[in-house]
């Protein structure tokens, strides 16, 4: 299908692009999930889209209400242009350390965007999530989303992201990387994959090392989106009810350096400009199908573009103010070559 007759209808069918160069060497083939080409640039329009449409169907968001979400960005920016589209108000709350071009983005669409500290336990008054509930609360027709808990988010996965990559690989999909913050994509994706294709399907969760769903740490991190982290002084850790880790066969963890290496030779290499998370699934799956013979098919979903990052770690000052190296060297032939 390339005529739509809404934008909302523009969501989902993403392409599956395979990788050449950067795949180069490696026995299976590998394709990327290219969820920047949603409307509002990554994964998280589909689960947007299906979430306002529950809370419409189930009466928790009635026309002139309020859309009510704590993201650190893309989430929002699906619910923004949903919510333009059709005609609510969107107030998001995120923290100062989402990247200056998705807030942009969010007010373009005419979102209100409240800066709150991201670091503050969960459990805190003064926490995102705590300020988002109380505004909920407090305002008239407001719904408050909760990407976390609310299963119209992986819903969306099984009911089309699973389904696009099955009948895209026409059922040749072996393994399928994907990173995990809500866990929605990974869940209603995982899900499907494995049911369809009785169990054979591989289900892979791409994780930051210092990440707990890989059993890190949970100290602070730098790749957005990817991941669960622990305030020091968070009581106790709660995870997402969004993520069914029963679909997970087992997770990778990945150093952001090599994330960030992955999405810049990404860039040099393809052509295809991918964000920080989107590093971390590729470095998962190129460590995976090194292990992997011809007859494996390895997927890999990218969850959103690098234009979002070019003042990160597109940005070689960036890189080195927060103490990583610069671009990996340049692939292809060099001038001892010739
Ligand atoms: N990468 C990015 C850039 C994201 O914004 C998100 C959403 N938090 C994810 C990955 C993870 O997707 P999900 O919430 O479906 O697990």
Known sequence: MARYESVLDAIGATPLIRLTRAAEGLRPRVYVKAEWQNPGGSVKDRAALSMIRR??????????GTVVE?????????LALAAAHLGYRMVVFT?????REKRDQLAAYGAEVRLVDAFVPRDHPDSMRSQGLRFAAETPGAWFVDQYDNPANPATHYATTGPEIWADTAGAVTHFVATVGTGGTISGTGRYLREVSGGRVRVIGADPVTSVYSGGDGSQKYIEGAGHFLHPEAAADV????????????????EDQDAIDAVRRLARTEGILAGGSSGVALAAAFRVAEHLTE???????????????????FNDGWLAANGFRGPAPAQGPTAADH
């Open 95 to 99: 923290g100062s350390q989402t990247s």
């Open 55 to 64: 809370a419409e169907a189930d009466g928790s968001l009635r026309p002139g």
């Open 239 to 254: 995870w997402p009810l969004a993520l069914d880790s029963g679909v997970i066969d087992r997770y990778v963890a990945v």
């Open 70 to 78: 704590v993201t650190s960005g893309n989430t929002g920016i699906g």
């Open 295 to 313: 007859d494996d098919t390895v997927v890999a979903l990218l969850p959103d573009s690098g234009r979002a990052y070019l003042s990160t770690y």
